[in-house]
Each structure stands twice: as C-alpha cells, then as structure tokens.
C-alpha cells in the first residue's frame, strides 16, 4: 500500500494525500492505524462502512469536528480531534479516499 501511494504521489496531483497521510499519522493513526487499517482503539477507515456512499465527506468532517458516539462497534466514543486545520481536514479527507480506493473497496 505504501508503495501504491508513492506512485500515486510520482504521478503528481496527489500532493494534499500526502500531507493528509501525515495529518492523519498524526492526529487519527493512534486509533485508527497507520493505513487507517484500524487498532484495538477504533477502527478501520478501509472499511465498506466508511465508503462515500455510507459516510460521506461531510460526515468525516463532522466526526474530527464534533466527535462521534460509540454506534457502530465496541471501542468507545471518538472524542473531537482539536488542532487539525480546515485545511489539513480537507488533507485529510483525499488521504482517506485514497487508501480507501488502494484497498479496493470503492
Ligand atoms: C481516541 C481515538 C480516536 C481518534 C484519535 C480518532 N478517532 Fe475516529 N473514531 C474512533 C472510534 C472509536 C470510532 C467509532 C465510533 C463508532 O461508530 O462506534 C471512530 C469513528 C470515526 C469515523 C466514522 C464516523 C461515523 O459517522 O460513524 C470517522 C470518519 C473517523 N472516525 C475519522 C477520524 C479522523 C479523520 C481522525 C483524525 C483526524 C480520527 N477519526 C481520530 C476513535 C478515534
């Protein structure tokens, strides 16, 4: 997958998923893994679940901004994340989408 997004990035375009690919290692990584493959904290953002159909954007933007209370699994509320810009958000986001589209669910 890593190598997958490195060609993504040589490709160009894909610059806000590499910034988002830090944002997310930074401040979301700690319970939804590196990869957003998940942890015994939360889960899994590469999941049917979270495709844009089901979860859309907006709804990302909602979970960092408000928080999200324990509904579809076992790990507990996510608490707001403070300290992510709109900017690395948006980041954010493409990054999501991306590895979301590398692991072939959407
Ligand atoms: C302290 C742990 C924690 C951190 C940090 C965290 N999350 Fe979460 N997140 C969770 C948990 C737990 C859930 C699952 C809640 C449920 O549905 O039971 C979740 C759910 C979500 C959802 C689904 C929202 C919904 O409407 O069901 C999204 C999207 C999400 N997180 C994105 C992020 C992003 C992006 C970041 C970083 C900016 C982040 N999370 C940081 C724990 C965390």
Redesign the pocket.
Known sequence: MVLLLAGVAACGGSDDAGKGKQ??EA??A???GVGAVGTN???P?VHQ??VPGH?DDN??R???RNG????????????P?VG?TDEE?EQ??LY?REVQRAGGIY
Do not use: E, K
Not at 68 to 79: I, L, N
């Open positions: 944002a997310f401040n979301c700690t319970c939804h904290s939360g889960p953002l679940l979270y979860h709804s990302i909602r979970a960092v999200v209370p324990s509904h579809h699994w076992y790990f507990g509320d996510m608490p994340v992510v958000l954010v986001i999501i």
